[in-house]
């Protein structure tokens, strides 16, 4: 195993495989696109920073007690006023324009950086984090630097006034120090915690004290520093940072002078490169780090990483174009599917898509696909804790903590309700349209290619034959010969008004559907 460009066959398994790191699911028309491009080529588009969109708009304005007075329907609240009466219908719309990003993502990693980024930087919104114009900008701050600067991003993430208020920055005064931030600063954001030595409770004390004097003002979420509030001794290092000492720094800037002395000192560590390029190969390739890819991978990934004085895509690029990535017999479906992944694959791969123009049925259906993953243990905009998801630090077990008794329950709930063969909680425009969708397939009419292009999409696994036969039963429900299919399919295309021809062939995609989601395969990436 090595960091090595990879340079063997650039076809469809290794496509697949890129894309579905890299993206919510494959869909037919990428999987079509990245195929004309060199392995080169399509990791630098998929690497590409990208401009922020839109921001999330005012859907909530016909089913509230009392409107919005100064945000009309479909214009964006994020720049107006607070409005005390709709801060959960707009926290609301944070979540649902959040998932329709990802829904809707473009031909890049940015919506996975964002998501790894709030695992990695997490806050709770809605819970601790009730204002939903600083959640916003949270939200806002990690798109910017999801593929830039990671000491630039911890910067900003010190003073954002959510973080300020999830980890209690806000309280930290010179009468009063707060470690909260400071501690996690170091334990969960930069150095991690299973170094040898370590840094001390003394540093996390310290820390606190350059931390000092930051306040929010609510509910108008602006952050100021009060000089008055900030600790004004030297603050002394352990051996860890080399008994460094943080001067204190007067005026209005002092506290800012400060924070970045401390970052200097931290980001100074070996040990921080290593511990998030750690966490990025359990993001994206696989949970277990054995000895040879701790020399290997991570080491080389971690150096890369400091000598870009932090900048993330170089990493990322080297890490997408190497041997290792591609050595698909290794890293191919090794990871579970996080229950975000579950239902945006699902919804990206089989092209549900409500319609964009009608901006209240849009965002409430975005929101119905945020429940789904909620109920399968993954809250989007609030992880259970500071640490994250457990999938992603919790060892052994890593991501199979998103299995259990209830949340297999709820994938397969999900994955029948979306397919049409449960009705219960689902409006049209969250199903599968089994008709639209087949239509795009190579060739529909035959059940042997039919099942083949449909598992090569959806399952990181090859389906021995077998498996193929099974599925194919139900498509013909239960003849042996492919003209069943083929007749009944070339009727409805001929004829698509005779609802008995639809019915037939929608009958059979349904059930063909669902049992193809219902595989252990699809919960596999």
Known sequence: MSLTAYS?????????????????????????????????????ELLMPLANPSPPVNDYQN??????????????????????????????????????????QDRNIREKMVLFWHNHLPISIGDVVNEPIPAYAYVALLRQHATGNFKTLVREMTTQPAMLNYLDGQLNTKYAPNENYARELQELFTIGKDTTPLYTESDVQMAAKVLTGWQVSWPDNIVSYNANLHDTSNKTF??????????YAAGATGGMTEINALLDLIFAKNEVALFVVRKLYRFFVYYKITPDIE???????????????YD???????????EHFYDITNSQGCIIKNPIDFVITIARTFNVTPPLSDVPNTYKNWRNFFDQATNMQMTLGAPPNVSGWLAYWSAPEFHENWINADTLRRRKEFSDRVTGNWNYGFDNDMKINVLTFTQTLNTPSDPNLLIAEVLELVHTLPSDAAVKTELKKILLSNQTQDYYWTTAWNNYVTTPTNTSYESTVKTRLKQLYKAILNMAEFHLS
Request: no cysteine; charged share 15%; hydrophobic share 40%.
């Open 312 to 322: 993330i895509l170089p990493v990322l690029d080297r890490l997408f174009r190497s």
């Open 63 to 104: 089913y509230v007690a009392t409107p919005d007075p100064s945000v009309p329907l479909g214009a964006t609240w994020v720049n107006g006023p607070i409005d005390s009466n709709n801060q959960y219908p707009r926290l609301q719309s944070l979540r649902g324009w959040w998932m329709g990003l990802m829904w809707n």
């Open 238 to 247: 352990s051996s860890f940072y080399n008994n460094a000492v943080i001067n």
């Open 8 to 44: 063997g066959t650039w076809g469809r398994a290794q496509v697949l495989h890129l894309l579905r790191r890299t993206l919510f699911g494959v869909k037919k028309a990428d999987l079509t696109y990245f195929l004309t491009q060199t392995m080169d080529q399509s990791v630098s």
């Open 295 to 309: 020399t290997n991978i991570i080491v080389p990934l971690a150096n890369l990483f400091r000598t870009n004085n």
